[in-house]
């Protein structure tokens, strides 16, 4: 107890004389600073002119970042807003209309030989054609309500007739709902399906151009979480 004391009065005698040496020095800057002013104003001022600089320009960066973040988020609302109003439109048509919808996206990016099935029975195969570049290109379309989810059964479908019955070199499953099952995805990424969910068909109808979307290769997921 008594050694515990001892130390305490000894850590109390040396703050005082630190705080009585840094008093002193102190003192003894003011003092020299005063003798010397001439030679010390323009390095104060040098110093305050570079923190006034250099603080405004971090708040003029912070300022731009800030803009910037709120542009890019306004940006992505106003998309995101204008892929629902076109798809809306899209959302009027009935199956064999949206099929027929789908064939026109195709030739507006330079598909050829489009041609649209517009019948049951078709083997998965709703519209066939040709990329620019000769590929073949088959199409699954199916038009669901918004909140529905493409299961893993419709895309086992279309994996087994797209490639065996009918020779695509591109298999493409679009659809008007926000999502695809979380088998149905992985299946569709195991067997190089380009998935195209409610958002990217947006994408598509507002200008998006087909060959940007393909190498997606069923990364295509909503933007809900995909169900079980």
Known sequence: MAARRRRRRLKKRTRRQLQGWGAVVAVAAVVWVA???????????????????????????????LAVGQDRAWRAQEEARARELSMAEVDALSWQDFETYVAGLCRRDGCTKVVV?????????????????????????????????????????????????????????????????????????????????????GSWVKGAHLETLIPLNGSGGGTRRPSV
């Open 35 to 65: 003798g010397h002013w001439s030679l010390v104003w323009p390095f104060l001022v040098a110093v305050l002119a570079a923190a006034v600089v250099g603080g405004s320009g971090w708040a003029l960066w912070r300022a731009h970042r």
């Open 117 to 201: 099935s517009g019948k049951t029975g078709d083997l998965s195969a709703d519209v066939v054609g040709y990329l620019a570049d000769g590929r073949k290109l088959v199409i699954q379309c199916k038009k669901y309500a918004p909140e529905r989810s493409v299961s893993s059964q419709d895309m086992q479908k279309f994996v087994g007739t797209a490639r065996p019955e009918h020779g695509a070199d591109v298999a493409l499953f679009v659809t008007t709902c926000r999502s695809f099952t979380k088998a149905a995805l992985g299946l569709a990424v195991r067997q190089d399906i380009v998935a195209l969910h409610r958002d990217l068909l």
